[in-house]
């Protein structure tokens, strides 16, 4: 029942609001009131006023994430006016140090300077009165009290900060992962299809047949791409690689079907694999077959009608993946920007990501190649 029980943790204002009732209900304590003993009651005017310096030394609580040094202001003067009148002051002084630590916690950059600086005071003041107290140590107490909560609101500020730019982060690391995945599922797809769309407007009319084996082509890249972006929408929903529905990952054996495919998109690729192939982490096959896809993506794009040869080379502490075009030569200007640009980069930061690396350009002679090592268990 423990791990089944779901954890539940108290919204800000109602921990606020019990912060208050708490403060408040100890504050009326130490009011006169009218029932007790004679020589205890005081008078109405007294207990009023009693009242009303508790009231001013907790309701201001309800609102202390949002002004911190009005809280601490009326509390100190809640403790300074009952310092002055003789009364008790545990009460106004705990309202003291939890506004105090407020003033750290929930302040902003210049109000947390200031909270520093007067812990940084109050530490002074333990060694000053210390020396000028003879003995006494109500006075250091109290400001080593005060000096801690100052720095406690600090600390737990501090822990805020930390743990917003970690999600800030983590944030950042999904959106970039998600849009590399966007841009290899999508642009290779679409290339595809914009080629077979070329193809099928540019047949003439003595070859009755190639207009609609372009239209089959493109229909059938539409659903290789639906299907691959289906995938990835459900991987965005359902946490895990595991979770009920999910298509299986893209793995390294895919790469066939992406060969065949190019093939059909006018680009003559061979596939050769080296070594003896062999199961690797899904992080991995899945970066390998991107590799694959982008270069044959740009090569489609850049190099119509080239040949290119697809590399997969197996060896004991991972995996070489090459992709060489013997088209012009890598892209320049705009439609490197444009296309394989992005992408080449999104490679890289994969590659990088799992250890490994990814040179791209200029092949020896003619063309551009894509190399890429990935780093596996054995």
């Not at 539940?8 to 029932?35: G, M, N, Q, S």
């Not at 009319?205 to 890249?221: K, L, M, S, V, Y």
């Not at 299907?227 to 946490?239: C, H, K, P």
């Not at 061979?270 to 003896?276: A, D, I, K, M, S």
Request: with cysteine; glycine share 10%.
């Amino acid at each position: 029942m423990r791990k089944t029980w779901p954890p539940r943790r108290l919204r800000d204002e109602t921990a606020d609001r019990l912060l208050a009732a708490v403060l408040l209900i100890w504050a009326l304590f130490d009011v006169p009131w009218w029932w007790r003993p004679p020589g205890h009651a005081g008078a109405t005017p007294v207990i009023a006023g009693i009242i009303a310096l508790a009231a001013a030394q907790s309701a201001p609580f309800l609102w202390r994430r949002r002004q911190p040094v009005a809280v601490l202001a009326l509390a100190g003067a809640a403790l300074a006016v009952k310092y002055a009148a003789g009364l008790n002051l545990w009460s106004a002084s705990a309202a003291v140090l939890v506004a105090a630590y407020g003033l750290g916690a929930y302040g902003g950059q210049a109000v947390r300077r200031a909270a520093r600086f007067l812990a940084a005071c109050a530490l002074l003041a333990v060694f000053v009165t210390l020396l000028a107290g003879h003995g006494t140590h109500g006075g250091p107490i109290d400001c080593a009290l005060l000096a801690t909560a100052l720095m406690l609101g600090e600390v737990t500020s501090a822990h805020r900060d930390s743990a917003l730019a970690g999600a800030r982060h983590a944030q950042d690391t999904e959106r970039a992962r998600l849009a590399r995945e966007l841009h290899d599922v999508v642009a290779h797809q679409l290339s595809a299809i914009a080629v077979q769309a070329g193809a099928a407007r540019l047949a003439g009319p003595g070859d009755p047949h190639a207009a609609p084996a372009a239209i089959a082509a493109i229909e059938r890249q539409a659903r290789i791409g639906l299907t691959e972006l289906n995938s990835l929408v459900r991987e965005l929903r359902l946490a895990g690689d595991t979770a009920p529905g999910l298509s299986p990952p893209l793995r390294l054996d895919d790469i066939a079907g992406l060969v065949e495919r190019a093939a059909a998109s006018g680009l003559r690729a061979v596939l050769r694999v080296e070594g003896e192939p062999r199961s690797l982490p899904a992080a991995v096959e899945l970066a390998g077959y991107r590799v694959v896809q982008e270069s044959l993506t740009n090569a489609i794009r850049y190099a119509p009608g080239a040949a290119a040869t697809v590399g997969v080379a197996y060896r004991a502490d991972g995996i070489m993946v090459e992709v060489i075009d013997d088209g012009p030569g890598a892209p320049s200007g705009a439609e490197a920007l444009q296309g394989g640009g992005a992408g080449l980069a999104g490679l890289k930061e994969r590659a990088r990501l799992l250890g490994g690396r990814l040179e791209a350009g200029s092949a020896a002679e003619r063309g551009f190649a894509v190399r890429a090592f990935l780093p596996g268990p054995p």
